[in-house]
């Protein structure tokens, strides 16, 4: 577990993740992952990490009516506007009437770990992914 924590801080896993008081916001927080996720599970999110994303951690994709498009973690919408945090945590809103495509992305944003780390670095990362949280 201890080598599975050196595997996480040296990743990129905080990029996008946060585990206490370390990380981002943009992804899913791990500080509990322990106690919602088996290991069983924990390996398949690290090694096929689209098969199954929780709507809550879906990614939208806005295009605004000047051209822009914003990709960021959905966190509010109701029938006026849509609120996400982008990758760089910055909090936006949208009104509907500026939207010209909005679409909740099937696939999610993190990267498998599939032919860039060992099964061994896997295993320790799920090791210390599952110590994490009171049991």
Do not use: W
């Amino acid at each position: 577990a201890a080598h599975g924590k050196a595997l996480v801080e040296s990743n990129g896993c905080f990029d996008c993740h946060r585990i206490g008081e370390k990380g981002s916001r943009v992804g899913p927080n791990l500080s509990d992952i322990g106690t919602r996720r088996t290991p069983d599970r924990l390996l398949k999110s690290l090694v096929t990490p689209d098969e199954e994303v929780l709507f809550e951690n879906r990614s939208v994709r806005v295009v605004t009516k000047d051209g822009a498009t914003i990709t960021g973690r959905l966190l509010n919408q109701d029938a006026m506007s849509v609120q996400m945090m982008t990758p760089k945590e910055e909090l936006k809103t949208y009104l509907r009437a500026n939207i010209r495509e909005y679409t909740v992305l099937d696939k999610g944003l993190m990267p498998s770990t599939q032919g860039k780390l060992s099964d061994q670095q896997v295993a320790d990362i799920v090791a210390y992914l599952a110590s994490l949280g009171d049991k």
